[in-house]
């Protein structure tokens, strides 16, 4: 029977080449989002879930609230280290303290590796609490001396390459030059997916003679480092919120003198292992940002989920809409004793047939996608993901799904045929329900229409972030970076310098941070209004005189400060107004109350947008290089770019080689300011690369099915139109009368996407200070747009029935 | 009546009607009717006069108003769609008009298709297909589709169809009215020799001559039996 089933259902298939590619391709684009959303979901989804006893385990991050906002780090201060213990309900700690190396050496090797990623300061209870399997060594009386080091295999073979991983023990690696550790230990990498991705585990003893010492081994409670990283594991049983009581009543008890004078409150928290992999506000371990976001895994989640709706859709539509051709199939087989469910599982079968080969594809296509969509897709994740039983269970019942859900309603209507009303020879046959096809129709070019409206609003929103005007010059502005281990100025200055001589530049000056940027730093600021005294934040730019120059920045009153290196103060009109200066020329002369002194406000410039458009424009201003003695803020050298794309190029090579000259040993890094800018809207980016495929192939999908169940009305319509044309009906004619109850389908879509568009979009525009405004155009423009396609689609069909000669198409009646 | 005659479907007293513009029009008006096993009946009648409906009823493809209906001591008018595809297995085969095979499947493939619905074994199918093919004489064409026959020979096929899972009734709606004469002959001479080795059949014809082949004639206008 099931060999029958299948016969029929291949042969269906061949017979109807058109509706089976439409049906397949339909189906095989919802179906490769759907495996490639899926798997992404799966992938994130499946961080750090080996642990044992994971769902105890949490980390423990800080907020720092003043009466403004809450500052989240996700580390807290060393000291709660050696306090957590005491709390009652704990099985387990772990510490670790992310290291920054600048270079590290292997005994034996002439090589230095540079920057090592994943080196910690950590104990042996860190292996204990995340199942570190030991290569060599073992976990006890391991880490507790400074100078020891427990490498990974991986890391272990990269340093000490060609030793037996037991030669290596013993052997040492000199760290930046000074520290000269041993190794002590080899541990296995966790096989499994896993945000703890160290590779060199370095005593916490160590830390009292590096540049860490502070942070690991802080005097008092005011420091919190989000490099420090506490991790507890509860006792069986015990409740969340015992421990959380008493870690409010640590944060109280250790409320540092710093804390009071500066109005802000630390809080200790709970943050879940689980949530470790998924919350932005915190972050995982290092700043690259790989966290995965639970919002765009929901948003992509729906556009699976709406593409193969669509694709099911089609399935639907065409199969009831086509049912009159296997009417007398169904006839004929009830007569020969067929059962209503025996049909049934015969469509059913059919579909699974159909849905099979349209999974096939998609497999072939989701490991393209794969390719195309990298921007979006963690690297780890491969297609060999689906070789993991749980993907491919998924898999497999998700094709089922799909071919159930797409297959019942059809073969219900279709086993739900008289046979003497499918055998007899007059009677008209039904074709399910029209109304049932109209209502899917209609959803089809809703989701369709609400794509189109969205692409082209959100695309108009980026193409104004990118392009407004700034308040400074970025589109010709670019920067040189200096290594991040040269503390000191001399360097910078002879970088400085020998860029200066370069022809080509102009306007080359000192400075931090550029205008725009992702980073910021800030200084509070003693207000006194009226009787009360208000701390404000006041971000700081630190930068030479010329840096106004440089970038476009505009003073409306007052002067530039002095020198390079003089605490004066130039601000900006936000300040002003959130100050309450007042005026500028109020401003000017005013002193402003800091931390360490009270320093005067000489100049007032232009406000320029500090960050991404999503945010307003906050108080600011611009000093000199004023911790210079300790610490020098001048770590980049800004100019103006030659326009020419001859001479740019020359500046660039000229620039590099002045770098190279300086830092011999360093990455070159250069910053264009566009491009940073641009960089602010890379998740907007990413929506909008999105949206544009879920439109494309949300119209594909829908334009298939639409061109299906045009095909099937003109052939039902064939008599009628040879008729009408007798009767004089001209082409164009006829084409309206064709394309006339689809287009209306298409306008009813519009009128419940419009607002539906317009509901979600304004709801996305909340988070943007600045805003495009929604024009009534871009809806009116993209209902046009969506109608024209629908109607140049049905054209492809209705033209030709349309000029069919109406002798023949009345013969054959 | 006598004890060897075994009753194989009775209707007593059917109505049948549909409403058209508020008035009861009658396909079948208190018609009765007894068949026994082994008889050859067919129903004659204008166009109209109620012959397919007649059949459809029996065939059970159609219901009535009114009236009761026995076949083979079960009450059809108040049948469950799965008993009634169990007797179609069991019982009756359709011969239509229009042939309907079914267009995707090849001769031998069409024939099999009711062992499939009865549940007979891959092996003992081979065999009565093949049986089949061999007494109609179209072995030769067994891989062919529908549409490479000609009407004939698609009738051919269509009555080795309502045969192979060896029905007791046979009902042919027309069976010879897309047929030439020549092809007629063969059909009713076909279905002589079934009836003489025991399978009822009943069957509406338009055709005097092919009435003739069997054992009763019921008249039929506008739905009522004539003397």
């Given at each position: 029977m099931i060999v029958n089933y299948i016969k029929i259902a291949w042969r269906n298939l061949k017979r109807n080449k058109l509706f089976s590619l439409i049906h397949i391709i339909s189906l095989s684009i919802g179906l490769s989002a759907a495996f490639v959303i899926g798997m992404m979901?799966?992938?994130?989804?499946?961080?750090?879930?080996?642990?044992?006893?994971?769902?105890?385990?949490?980390?423990?991050?800080?907020?720092?609230?003043?009466?403004?906002?809450?500052?989240?780090?996700?580390?807290?201060?060393?000291?709660?280290?050696?306090?957590?213990?005491?709390?009652?309900?704990?099985?387990?700690?772990?510490?670790?303290?992310?290291?920054?190396?600048?270079?590290?050496?292997?005994?034996?090797?002439?090589?230095?590796?540079?920057?090592?990623?994943?080196?910690?300061?950590?104990?042996?209870?860190?292996?204990?609490?995340?199942?570190?399997?030991?290569?060599?060594?073992?976990?006890?009386?391991?880490?507790?001396?400074?100078?020891?080091?427990?490498?990974?295999?991986?890391?272990?073979?990269?340093?000490?390459?060609?030793?037996?991983?037991?030669?290596?023990?013993?052997?040492?690696?000199?760290?930046?030059?000074?520290?000269?550790?041993?190794?002590?230990?080899?541990?296995?990498?966790?096989?499994?997916?896993?945000?703890?991705?160290?590779?060199?585990?370095?005593?916490?003893?160590?830390?009292?003679?590096?540049?860490?010492?502070?942070?690991?081994?802080?005097?008092?409670?005011?420091?919190?480092?989000?490099?420090?990283?506490?991790?507890?594991?509860?006792?069986?049983?015990?409740?969340?919120?015992?421990?959380?009581?008493?870690?409010?009543?640590?944060?109280?008890?250790?409320?540092?003198?710093?804390?009071?004078?500066?109005?802000?409150?630390?809080?200790f928290i709970l943050q879940p292992l689980a949530d470790l992999h998924f919350n932005t506000d915190y972050g995982i371990f290092n700043n690259s940002g790989s966290e995965a976001n639970k919002d765009v895994l929901?948003?992509?989640?729906?556009?699976?989920?709406?593409?193969?709706?669509?694709?099911?859709?089609?399935?639907?539509?065409?199969?009831?809409?086509?049912?009159?051709?296997?009417?007398?199939?169904?006839?004929?087989?009830?007569?020969?004793?067929?059962?209503?469910?025996?049909?049934?599982?015969?469509?059913?079968?059919?579909?699974?047939?159909?849905?099979?080969?349209?999974?096939?594809?998609?497999?072939?296509?989701?490991?393209?996608?794969?390719?195309?969509?990298?921007?979006?897709?963690?690297?780890?994740?491969?297609?060999?993901?689906?070789?993991?039983?749980?993907?491919?269970?998924?898999?497999?019942?998700?094709?089922?799904l799909v071919a159930v859900f797409s297959g019942i309603y059809p073969s219900l209507v279709l086993s739900h045929f008289k046979p003497r009303e499918v055998l007899s020879k007059a009677t008209q046959l039904p074709g399910g329900n029209a109304g049932v096809r109209k209502f899917l129709t209609v959803f089809q070019f809703t989701i369709a229409q609400v794509f189109i409206i969205a692409t082209i609003l959100?695309?108009?929103?980026?193409?104004?972030?990118?392009?407004?005007?700034?308040?400074?010059?970025?589109?010709?502005?670019?920067?040189?970076?200096?290594?991040?281990?040269?503390?000191?100025?001399?360097?910078?200055?002879?970088?400085?310098?020998?860029?200066?001589?370069?022809?080509?530049?102009?306007?080359?000056?000192?400075?931090?941070?550029?205008?725009?940027?992702?980073?910021?730093?800030?200084?509070?600021?003693?207000?006194?209004?009226?009787?009360?005294?208000?701390?404000?934040?006041?971000?700081?730019?630190?930068?030479?005189?010329?840096?106004?120059?440089?970038?476009?920045?505009?003073?409306?009153?007052?002067?530039?400060?002095?020198?390079?290196?003089?605490?004066?103060?130039?601000?900006?009109?936000?300040?002003i107004e959130k100050f309450g200066y007042k005026t500028a020329e109020n401003a000017l002369g005013k002193e402003l109350k800091m931390t360490d002194g009270t320093f005067p406000i000489v100049g007032v410039m232009k406000d320029f947008n500090q960050r991404s458009l999503k945010t307003g424009i906050n108080p600011l201003a611009i000093t000199g290089d004023i911790g210079r003695g300790e610490y020098t803020q001048f770590r980049n050298v800004h100019f103006r770019l030659p326009i020419e794309k001859e001479n740019l190029k020359t500046a660039i090579d000229k620039i590099e080689k002045a770098f190279n000259e300086t830092y011999p040993n360093d990455h070159f890094e250069i910053i264009f300011n566009d491009e940073l800018v641009a960089n602010f809207y890379r998740t907007e980016q990413r929506i909008s690369t999105l949206l544009n495929w879920a439109t494309g192939l949300s119209?594909?999908?829908?334009?298939?099915?639409?061109?299906?169940?045009?095909?099937?009305?003109?052939?039902?319509?064939?008599?009628?139109?040879?008729?009408r044309k007798v009767l004089g009906a001209s082409l164009t004619q006829v084409n309206i009368l064709l394309c006339k109850e689809f287009l209306i389908l298409v306008i009813i879509a519009f009128v419940i996407a419009a607002p539906l568009a317009y509901l979600g979009f304004s709801d996305?525009?909340?988070?943007?200070?600045?805003?495009?405004?929604?024009?009534?155009?871009?809806?009116?423009?993209?209902?046009?747009?969506?109608?024209?396609?629908?109607?140049?689609?049905?054209?492809?069909?209705?033209?030709s029935t349309a000029m069919k000669n109406p002798v023949k198409s009345l013969r054959t009646e | 009546m006598k004890a060897d005659i075994i009753m194989l479907l009775e209707l007593k007293n059917i109505y049948k009607w549909?409403?058209?513009?508020?008035?009861?029009?009658?396909?079948?008006?208190?018609?009765?009717?007894?068949?026994?096993?082994?008889?050859?009946?067919?129903?004659m009648g204008p166009s109209g006069s109620g012959k397919s409906t007649l059949l459809n009823v029996i065939g059970m493809l159609d219901g009535f108003q009114e009236g009761e209906y026995h076949f083979m001591d079960q009450s059809v008018h108040n049948i469950k769609e799965k008993q009634r595809s169990n007797l179609y297995t069991q019982y009756i085969g359709f011969v239509f008009q229009a042939y309907h095979l079914i267009d995707e499947l090849t001769v031998y493939e069409n024939i099999e298709t009711p062992l499939l619905y009865k549940k007979i074994k891959s092996s003992e199918r081979k065999a009565l297909v093949s049986d089949m093919l061999d007494r109609f004489n179209i072995v030769g064409k067994k891989d062919l589709f529908p549409s490479q026959l000609s009407g004939g020979q698609q009738q051919l096929v269509g009555v080795a169809r309502a045969l192979v899972a060896k029905p007791k009734l046979i009902l042919a709606d027309e069976p010879t009215g897309n047929l030439n004469s020549k092809q007629s002959e063969e059909i009713m001479e076909l279905f002589k020799e079934l009836n003489s080795s025991g399978v009822t059949i009943i069957q509406a014809t338009h055709s005097e001559k092919n009435a003739s082949y069997g054992s009763r004639i019921i008249n039929l206008l506008d739905g009522m039996e004539q003397g």
């Amino acid at each position: 029977m099931i060999v029958n089933y299948i016969k029929i259902a291949w042969r269906n298939l061949k017979r109807n080449k058109l509706f089976s590619l439409i049906h397949i391709i339909s189906l095989s684009i919802g179906l490769s989002a759907a495996f490639v959303i899926g798997m992404m979901v799966y992938y994130d989804f499946t961080f750090d879930t080996f642990h044992k006893d994971g769902d105890r385990i949490y980390r423990i991050v800080s907020h720092i609230a003043n009466s403004q906002e809450v500052y989240k780090n996700r580390g807290v201060t060393a000291l709660l280290r050696d306090a957590a213990p005491e709390i009652s309900g704990i099985e387990q700690t772990s510490y670790f303290h992310n290291w920054g190396v600048a270079t590290a050496e292997a005994e034996g090797h002439n090589d230095i590796k540079r920057n090592p990623e994943g080196v910690i300061y950590t104990d042996s209870k860190y292996f204990e609490m995340f199942n570190y399997e030991w290569a060599v060594g073992h976990s006890s009386n391991i880490l507790d001396a400074p100078n020891e080091v427990v490498l990974s295999r991986k890391r272990a073979k990269e340093y000490f390459p060609g030793l037996k991983i037991t030669e290596i023990i013993g052997k040492h690696i000199v760290y930046n030059d000074s520290v000269t550790m041993t190794v002590r230990g080899i541990v296995e990498n966790l096989k499994e997916r896993t945000d703890f991705i160290f590779d060199e585990f370095v005593s916490l003893e160590t830390a009292r003679n590096t540049d860490s010492k502070n942070q690991v081994f802080p005097k008092d409670w005011g420091n919190t480092n989000s490099s420090s990283q506490l991790f507890i594991k509860l006792n069986e049983n015990t409740p969340i919120k015992t421990i959380e009581t008493q870690l409010a009543d640590l944060a109280e008890k250790h409320t540092a003198i710093y804390f009071e004078k500066f109005g802000v409150k630390r809080s200790f928290i709970l943050q879940p292992l689980a949530d470790l992999h998924f919350n932005t506000d915190y972050g995982i371990f290092n700043n690259s940002g790989s966290e995965a976001n639970k919002d765009v895994l929901l948003g992509l989640s729906f556009v699976a989920l709406f593409l193969l709706l669509l694709g099911c859709i089609n399935f639907v539509n065409l199969n009831t809409a086509q049912a009159t051709s296997r009417a007398k199939e169904i006839g004929v087989r009830k007569t020969l004793g067929s059962s209503r469910k025996q049909l049934i599982s015969q469509f059913l079968g059919e579909t699974i047939v159909l849905t099979v080969m349209a999974a096939v594809i998609s497999v072939i296509l989701s490991i393209w996608l794969l390719g195309v969509f990298a921007d979006f897709i963690p690297e780890g994740l491969t297609a060999g993901l689906w070789l993991q039983p749980q993907v491919l269970l998924f898999t497999v019942i998700l094709v089922l799904l799909v071919a159930v859900f797409s297959g019942i309603y059809p073969s219900l209507v279709l086993s739900h045929f008289k046979p003497r009303e499918v055998l007899s020879k007059a009677t008209q046959l039904p074709g399910g329900n029209a109304g049932v096809r109209k209502f899917l129709t209609v959803f089809q070019f809703t989701i369709a229409q609400v794509f189109i409206i969205a692409t082209i609003l959100v695309g108009r929103q980026i193409y104004f972030m990118i392009n407004k005007d700034l308040g400074f010059e970025a589109e010709t502005t670019a920067y040189v970076v200096t290594p991040w281990n040269d503390a000191g100025y001399s360097q910078k200055e002879v970088l400085f310098n020998r860029i200066n001589t370069i022809p080509e530049l102009s306007l080359i000056s000192q400075g931090g941070k550029p205008p725009a940027s992702l980073s910021r730093s800030s200084s509070l600021v003693f207000v006194t209004r009226g009787t009360s005294e208000d701390k404000l934040d006041l971000e700081i730019l630190n930068s030479d005189t010329s840096y106004f120059d440089t970038y476009g920045l505009q003073l409306i009153a007052g002067r530039k400060p002095l020198n390079d290196t003089i605490r004066e103060y130039v601000i900006n009109e936000t300040t002003i107004e959130k100050f309450g200066y007042k005026t500028a020329e109020n401003a000017l002369g005013k002193e402003l109350k800091m931390t360490d002194g009270t320093f005067p406000i000489v100049g007032v410039m232009k406000d320029f947008n500090q960050r991404s458009l999503k945010t307003g424009i906050n108080p600011l201003a611009i000093t000199g290089d004023i911790g210079r003695g300790e610490y020098t803020q001048f770590r980049n050298v800004h100019f103006r770019l030659p326009i020419e794309k001859e001479n740019l190029k020359t500046a660039i090579d000229k620039i590099e080689k002045a770098f190279n000259e300086t830092y011999p040993n360093d990455h070159f890094e250069i910053i264009f300011n566009d491009e940073l800018v641009a960089n602010f809207y890379r998740t907007e980016q990413r929506i909008s690369t999105l949206l544009n495929w879920a439109t494309g192939l949300s119209i594909l999908i829908s334009c298939l099915g639409l061109i299906g169940l045009v095909i099937h009305t003109t052939e039902r319509r064939t008599k009628e139109i040879g008729i009408r044309k007798v009767l004089g009906a001209s082409l164009t004619q006829v084409n309206i009368l064709l394309c006339k109850e689809f287009l209306i389908l298409v306008i009813i879509a519009f009128v419940i996407a419009a607002p539906l568009a317009y509901l979600g979009f304004s709801d996305w525009l909340q988070g943007y200070t600045y805003r495009k405004k929604i024009s009534w155009w871009i809806f009116a423009a993209s209902g046009i747009a969506m109608a024209l396609i629908a109607a140049f689609v049905m054209s492809l069909r209705t033209v030709s029935t349309a000029m069919k000669n109406p002798v023949k198409s009345l013969r054959t009646e | 009546m006598k004890a060897d005659i075994i009753m194989l479907l009775e209707l007593k007293n059917i109505y049948k009607w549909v409403q058209q513009g508020g008035r009861r029009v009658f396909l079948l008006k208190d018609l009765s009717l007894q068949v026994e096993e082994g008889e050859f009946i067919s129903v004659m009648g204008p166009s109209g006069s109620g012959k397919s409906t007649l059949l459809n009823v029996i065939g059970m493809l159609d219901g009535f108003q009114e009236g009761e209906y026995h076949f083979m001591d079960q009450s059809v008018h108040n049948i469950k769609e799965k008993q009634r595809s169990n007797l179609y297995t069991q019982y009756i085969g359709f011969v239509f008009q229009a042939y309907h095979l079914i267009d995707e499947l090849t001769v031998y493939e069409n024939i099999e298709t009711p062992l499939l619905y009865k549940k007979i074994k891959s092996s003992e199918r081979k065999a009565l297909v093949s049986d089949m093919l061999d007494r109609f004489n179209i072995v030769g064409k067994k891989d062919l589709f529908p549409s490479q026959l000609s009407g004939g020979q698609q009738q051919l096929v269509g009555v080795a169809r309502a045969l192979v899972a060896k029905p007791k009734l046979i009902l042919a709606d027309e069976p010879t009215g897309n047929l030439n004469s020549k092809q007629s002959e063969e059909i009713m001479e076909l279905f002589k020799e079934l009836n003489s080795s025991g399978v009822t059949i009943i069957q509406a014809t338009h055709s005097e001559k092919n009435a003739s082949y069997g054992s009763r004639i019921i008249n039929l206008l506008d739905g009522m039996e004539q003397g």
